[in-house]
């Protein structure tokens, strides 16, 4: 399985961005997807996670700013980023848990991971 991400980018502050990560292989199903961050020198945090009801856990720094959203059918995670501000430059991955695949073990995955920078 491997979680490919796309999307990132230079934008100014105030602008939008959208990420899109899909996930690749012999898929069943996967229960949770998600996006993270991480600053050079940082710890990796959570940004947004969708479980695949629909259900979402976002980051009370982004709520009302960024949208999560999934697509079962393709095995992909979207994360809508507006008014994006410039300590929000990251490098932004992609996050698959409990993937099941067709022997009926699951396991997690990250994606490589993107740039997003925002200018001030």
């Known amino acids: 399985v491997q979680l490919q991400a796309s999307g990132g980018g230079l934008v100014q502050a105030g602008g939008s961005l959208r990420l899109s990560c899909a996930a690749l292989g012999s898929i069943l199903r996967i229960s949770e997807m998600g996006w993270y961050r991480q600053v050079s020198g940082q710890q990796r945090e959570m940004v947004a996670i969708?479980?695949?009801?629909?259900?979402?856990n976002v980051a009370e720094s982004v709520k009302g700013r960024f949208t999560i959203s999934r697509d079962n059918a393709k095995n992909a995670v979207y994360l809508q980023m507006d008014s994006l501000k410039p300590e929000e430059s990251a490098v932004y991955y992609c996050r698959a848990d409990r993937v099941y695949i067709d022997n009926g073990s699951w396991s997690a995955y990250w994606g490589q991971g993107t740039q997003v920078t925002v200018s001030s």
């Open positions: 969708i479980n695949r009801d629909g259900t979402t």
